[in-house]
């Protein structure tokens, strides 16, 4: 069953004020203008501005362009593209999809808490699997997962929990919690990690996405720099594949005659933060929305990402959450140390 997330008034009235200001932009010569007028001014780059009107530092390739859902049904037909390109765009023309993207939860039931508490409205949640591991709250981390309700494709560590995975290809500081995590998870959780799909697969909210936990070809691999992923955009048969596994915010793209990687950049560590990004036609895209419980880019914040099918953009979002609680319970179950500390380096 798929629930809506409910926002109290206050963080929905904020978000409604951060979705404003973020579809305005500041021209690199330092002007704001609405998207729009910036394409007429013919501004050669734009970076978004922060949540909290103020510019972030964006993204490091920006690419943005407002979408006109007609032009999008007619282009294809103009220009002769092929079927494949339509059903990229048919949810431009048949209705609105809104994902919350999760993954990489890893039993820290406070980092996940701070950010469906901070999530927008959506239609469908998408969970890229890893719900165990390293945290405290394996049961926890994968009740309140169930009862978000939506998809979840298994990751390396529900499979190792779970006992479908041998533990030879885990560190030593993973397979300690692998092993911690079994020990403490219920049976019917167990059951539950067990029978989880294997990635990718696709939704019928969206046909034009896959999801998957590490690449498109293999469910364990790791996608990090922009060679591992060049592979995987020449051989997806869809325009947006979702990944994790990495713990690392961003997305690499590829278009005819080139590729590129972008992550977002906020303007602080501190505070929740957005950042939007707007999706190009022609192009193939692996998004990793980041790890919600236990990122590794040197940002401590629980990370998640949305996508608006009509929109065309997707919302890269950093929350702050109870740091010091999640560390106290793995600390105080006798999990190694540095599984705590790790969580404030964000590494
Ligand atoms: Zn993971």
């Known amino acids: 069953m798929v629930r809506n997330a409910t926002v109290p008034r206050s963080v929905a009235d904020d978000r409604s004020r951060i979705q404003s200001s973020a579809r305005r932009v500041q021209c690199l010569d ?102 165990v591991g390293y945290g405290a709250n394996p049961n926890e981390a994968v009740e309140r997962s169930r009862r978000l309700g939506g998809y979840v494709v298994r990751g390396n560590h529900d499979k190792a929990a779970s006992g479908i995975m041998d533990l030879g290809d885990f560190n030593p500081l993973a397979g300690m919690a692998a092993l911690w995590t079994r020990n403490q998870l219920s049976e ?35 996608l990090v720099t922009a060679d591992d992923a060049i592979e995987s955009l020449s051989s997806v048969s869809v325009p947006l594949t979702f990944f994790g596994h990495s713990h690392l915010q961003g997305a690499f793209t590829s278009y005819p005659g080139g590729e590129g990687s972008l992550r977002p950049v906020y303007a602080s560590v501190g505070r929740a933060e957005v950042v939007d990004w707007t999706l190009e036609e022609h192009r193939h895209y692996l998004i990793n929305p980041g790890s919600v419980g236990q990122p590794r880019d040197g940002d401590w914040r629980a990370a998640f990402a949305t996508f608006d099918s009509e929109r065309k953009i997707v919302t890269f979002n950093r929350v702050p959450y109870d740091l010091k609680a999640a560390q106290d319970r793995i600390l105080a179950a006798n999990l190694p140390p540095r599984l705590a500390t790790r969580l404030s380096a964000g590494r």
Do not use: M
């Open 30 to 131: 330092g002007q704001s203008a609405s998207l729009r007028d910036a394409k007429r001014r013919g501004c050669s780059d734009t970076k978004t501005l922060s949540r909290a009107g103020r510019p972030n530092k964006g993204i490091e390739t920006p690419a943005e362009y407002s979408v006109n859902a007609r032009v999008i049904f007619l282009l294809p037909y103009l220009l002769g593209l092929g079927p494949g390109w339509q059903v990229y765009n048919r949810q431009a023309v048949e209705g609105r999809v809104r994902l919350l993207i999760l993954s990489d939860i890893h039993s820290n039931i406070e980092a996940l808490q701070a950010c469906l508490l901070a999530a927008p409205e959506y239609d469908v949640v998408v969970n890229l699997g890893d719900i």
């Open 188 to 222: 019917e959780n167990v059951e539950w990690l067990r029978q989880l799909p294997r990635g990718p697969i696709h939704i019928p909210e969206l046909p034009q996405a896959q999801f998957v936990h590490g690449s498109p070809a293999d469910e364990d691999e790791y």
